[in-house]
């Protein structure tokens, strides 16, 4: 039996990362790799992650991907999403948005992707846009998997990030191929 993550049993582990700022992202357990002596784990996180984009007209949306906790953008996002009755959390790794989202339809995502040619809208859906001075922002949510990968160590999940990830990504995805398809 293939070990496939979250099952409708409701007992999926969770575990809490942290990142080398201190700031935690507590996410789903959905695969342990055991690599070189130490166990990997792979991880979903449990809010909704969310990525900023700088929203410019007839241009494509363009990915913000460093900004500081306490950047103005970020605390009109904050207003935004409590009209909407959600959170945004300044989480480890990404930003996350807490509270209950709609789910998209599957039939509408796919005629969405076979409508739109640009790359970005087929692998992010708007959130929400808003606007900061004279600028338009959005928070997108990915609408492939977002993993995490975590060095278990005594029982507490060290985010592997930097060359760390880069020297073990490949071996992490060369083992669940390997669990994907058994001989």
Same mark, same amino acid.
């Not at 949306?61 to 500081?68: A, D, L, R, V, Y």
């Not at 959170?87 to 796919?110: F, I, N, Y």
């Not at 900061?132 to 990030?161: C, S, W």
């Given at each position: ?116 040619? !640009? ?44 060359? !760390?990830? !880069? ?15 058994? !001989?």
């Amino acid at each position: 039996m293939r070990d496939s993550g979250p099952s409708g049993s409701g007992d999926v582990p969770t575990v809490l990362v942290r990142d080398a700022e201190g700031r935690d992202l507590l996410c789903f357990l959905e695969q342990l790799i055991p690599l070189d002596g130490s166990d990997y784990a792979l991880l979903t996180p449990v809010d909704t992650p969310v990525s900023l984009f700088r929203l410019k007209d007839g241009d494509e949306p363009e990915p913000i991907t460093t900004i500081t906790s306490s950047e103005p953008i970020l605390s009109v996002a904050d207003v935004v999403l409590q009209e909407h009755d959600l959170t945004l959390v300044r989480s480890a790794v990404t930003l996350t948005v807490s509270g209950e989202l709609d789910e998209p339809d599957p039939e509408d995502l796919e005629d969405e992707e076979e409508d739109e040619a !640009d790359e970005e809208s087929e692998t992010y859906e708007l959130l929400v846009s808003f606007m900061v001075e004279k600028g338009e922002y959005g928070l997108y949510i990915p609408l492939d998997p977002f993993f995490v990968v975590a060095r278990m160590v005594d029982g507490q999940a060290e985010l592997v990030e930097g060359e !760390d990830f !880069d020297r073990i990504q490949p071996r992490i995805e060369a083992e669940l191929d390997e669990r994907e398809w058994p !001989d």
